[in-house]
């Protein structure tokens, strides 16, 4: 079986704080680990 991967761009949305950014981006991660995924990938913004 192909082990699959998730790719978190961790966005911060209009009327959102960073703080719950990284809260969703948490239970994101739980969530796909409970779905099997082998890898969590947060990617990291320069300039934004």
Request: glycine share 4%; net charge neutral; hydrophobic share 40%.
């Amino acid at each position: 079986m192909t082990a699959l991967s998730v790719l978190d761009l961790s966005p911060i949305t209009q009327g959102s704080t960073a703080s719950q950014s990284l809260a969703n981006s948490l239970d994101l991660a739980r969530h796909a680990e409970r779905l099997g995924y082998k890898r969590y990938w947060l990617a990291e913004h320069h300039n934004m």
